[in-house]
T-cell receptor, first 112, second 115 residues
Framework: TQLLEQSPQFLSIQEGENLTVYCNSS?????LQWYRQEPGEGPVLLVT?????EVKKLKRLTFQFGDARKDSSLHITAAQPGDTGLYLC????????????FGKGTSLLVTP | NAGVTQTPKFQVLKTGQSMTLQCAQD?????MSWYRQDPGMGLRLIHY???????DQGEVPNGYNVSRSTTEDFPLRLLSAAPSQTSVYFC??????????????FGEGSWLTVV
């Protein structure tokens, strides 16, 4: 199992602040996905990054895949209460096929 | 479009009992899988299937069986429930096994408590 370490584990901020969540591994992944999970629901895919150094933007969310494809970051600009949730990163490689390795998640709380 | 449907939503079992968690998808996806989510552990893969009649083990398969007789259904069977199997179970499906460019859809989860 290839470990994905997410940091921070918990984050509580006020509306309007910026934040960055990190996903790190010692292993190389062919692709990496970010999910958001709300209480009582399943994870929902936000983005998939494939190329080293790739940057993708989804409204106020910016995702980056490290050059060596071992790490990724999620940056949220001007956080809103609706951003509250558990953010999960998941990596896959050609050897694991369909299997995704998930990080333990970052629990984000944005208060008004 | 129902997506991925899991039943039951909640279940309490006694140690040693058996049960089946149902999962169905209406998107004609070839790939289906089961994960369990425990506090502080993230999601861990139990079993997966790349098509009807084909299944394989994931990271934590012990104590669980699966079968894939149709494209739509992928039930997860607990043979003899143990307290260590108390968890939230998620079924997922996708069109293909290639992660890049492929969306994986998760069900809403099944909360299982073994006492």
């Amino acid at each position: 199992t290839q470990l994905l370490e997410q940091s921070p584990q918990f984050l509580s901020i006020q509306e309007g602040e910026n934040l960055t969540v990190y996903c790190n591994s010692s292993s190389v992944f062919s692709s990496l996905q970010w999910y958001r999970q709300e209480p009582g629901e399943g994870p929902v895919l936000l983005v998939t990054v494939v190329t080293g150094g790739e940057v993708k933007k989804l409204k106020r969310l910016t995702f980056q895949f490290g050059d060596a494809r071992k790490d990724s970051s999620l940056h949220i600009t001007a956080a809103q209460p609706g951003d509250t949730g558990l953010y999960l990163c998941a990596g896959a490689n050609s050897n694991s096929g369909y299997a995704l390795n998930f990080g333990k998640g970052t629990s984000l709380l944005v208060t008004p | 479009n129902a997506g991925v449907t899991q039943t039951p939503k909640f279940q309490v079992l006694k140690t040693g009992q058996s049960m089946t968690l149902q999962c169905a998808q209406d998107m004609n996806h070839e790939y289906m899988s089961w994960y369990r989510q425990d506090p502080g552990m993230g999601l861990r893969l139990i079993h997966y299937s790349v098509g009807a009649g084909i299944t394989d083990q994931g990271e934590v398969p012990n104590g669980y069986n699966v079968s894939r007789s149709t494209t739509e259904d992928f039930p997860l069977r607990l043979l003899s429930a143990a307290p260590s199997q108390t968890s939230v179970y998620f079924c997922a499906s996708s069109y293909s096994g290639t992660v890049s460019g492929n969306t994986i859809y998760f069900g809403e989860g099944s909360w299982l408590t073994v006492v």
